[in-house]
């Protein structure tokens, strides 16, 4: 049986949100890591406050520089996944105009946003290239795993995990802090480490830090005292590099009373028509056929449970050659398909005309679905040029 993680209370300022700040000598790479933006979430603070504490003692020599950056303080000191607002569902444009003209925080987890903002904004004048990754835990059992927006740039550095991936999650949570990132063209990575309380959730959550240090080229491995066993921590947990991605999300609604069926866990197989939940003590089917995928076991959260599909080799070969071939351009000649003239990254397509269009489709080309709009879909664009922020 797992351990638990054990349940002192960890307390930490606002002074002090950036929990430590690393600079090489060649300006390499910048890593920043995010930890405890769900205040529930605490594994990856631990295993950040480990790799600090390892880097100091080893005196380890980086290449690039590191930030590890603390989420919303005010849920990490209480214990709860937020306050007033989801912190990890604010970081839309509309959201960072807002925080820029605020003289007064609406709630407290707009305090927690503007400085992480304003943090990201300074560690973003550093050279680069950045990587952005962002430590988290889930309610179910599971085995660690990667979420990331569908860009080219973010797949190959997934790839250095041996691990499962998820794809297009952006398409059904709105908000998210690495949707946000990765639209101004840098690499984002979520890391699911585990299960909240289970103490190999802080060793996954560590040893996926030391990989990301040394595959970013921001440390080299032979500058990490031990690193062969922070690569065989995930390496040995017999998962497999496969790719997923999110077929269907059951939401749940604000007064509605949900409750997950006991026992599943990330990556179970399911049937269509299995009794998944209850809602309102109403039975709720699996409409399809997959694997679950973040079952809700915890008070908090508007995501019921997900359901994937595993994607074919062909399907991302297919993809790779489209995307690196840059003729998405092709998809503006079908009737009922446009650029935005706002957004050279959006397409718009009016599905009364555009109806034999189908996702795959614009998946295949690097776009996802993310909003409805005056009755039209607008596909997003994943693989982007550098912005700033």
Not at 55 to 67: P, T
Not at 81 to 89: G, H, I, S, V, W
Not at 222 to 228: E, Q, T
Not at 310 to 338: C, D, E, M, Q, Y
């Amino acid at each position: 049986m797992s351990k638990t993680i054990s349940k002192n209370v960890l307390h930490f300022s606002h002074d002090n949100r950036v929990l430590g700040s690393f600079y090489g000598t060649d300006n390499g790479p910048t890593v920043v890591i995010f930890s405890g933006i769900h205040g529930n979430e605490k594994a990856g603070v631990h295993a950040a406050q480990l790799v600090i504490d390892k880097i100091k003692r080893d005196n380890v020599r980086f290449i690039g520089n590191l930030h590890i950056i603390l989420g919303n303080i005010n849920a990490l000191n209480k214990g709860i996944r937020f306050e007033d607002k989801d912190l990890n569902r604010v970081w839309r444009n509309s959201d960072i105009d807002n925080l820029r003209n605020e003289t007064t925080h609406k709630n407290l987890e707009s305090r927690e946003q503007k400085d992480i903002f304003l943090i990201i904004q300074e560690i973003l004048k550093e050279p680069g290239p950045f990587y952005f990754l962002d430590l988290h835990t889930t309610s179910a059992s599971s085995v660690p795993f990667i979420t990331i927006s569908d860009s080219l740039n973010n797949r190959k550095f997934s790839a250095n995990f041996p691990i499962p991936v998820v794809l297009g999650i952006e398409e059904y949570l709105d908000g998210p802090l690495l949707t946000f990132i990765n639209e101004y063209g840098h690499i984002a990575l979520g890391f699911e480490g585990g299960a909240h309380h289970d103490e190999s959730s802080i060793v996954s959550s560590e040893a996926f830090i030391w990989k990301a240090l040394v595959h970013s080229k921001c440390v080299a491995a032979s500058n990490i005292p031990g690193y062969l066993h922070y690569e065989n921590v995930l390496k040995n947990l017999g998962c497999e590099y496969q790719f997923f991605e999110i077929k269907y999300r059951y939401q749940v609604s604000e007064k509605e009373h949900f409750e997950m069926l006991k026992g599943f866990e990330n990556f179970e197989p399911i049937s269509k028509n299995q009794t998944l939940a209850l809602s309102d003590g109403v039975e709720i089917y699996a409409p399809d056929g997959g694997r679950i995928f973040m079952p809700l076991y915890q008070k908090l959260g508007e995501d019921g449970f997900f359901i994937l599909n595993k994607i074919s080799r062909f399907w991302l070969g297919a993809s790779l050659t489209l995307r690196k071939l840059k003729i998405n351009h092709v998809l503006r000649l079908i009737p009922g398909v446009k650029k935005d003239p706002d957004n050279n990254y959006t397409l718009i397509v009016d599905p009364r005309i555009a109806r034999f269009m189908t996702k795959q489709i614009f998946h295949l080309f690097g776009y996802r679905q993310q909003i409805l709009k005056d009755d039209k879909l607008h596909y997003i664009k994943r693989d982007r040029k550098l912005t700033e922020l």
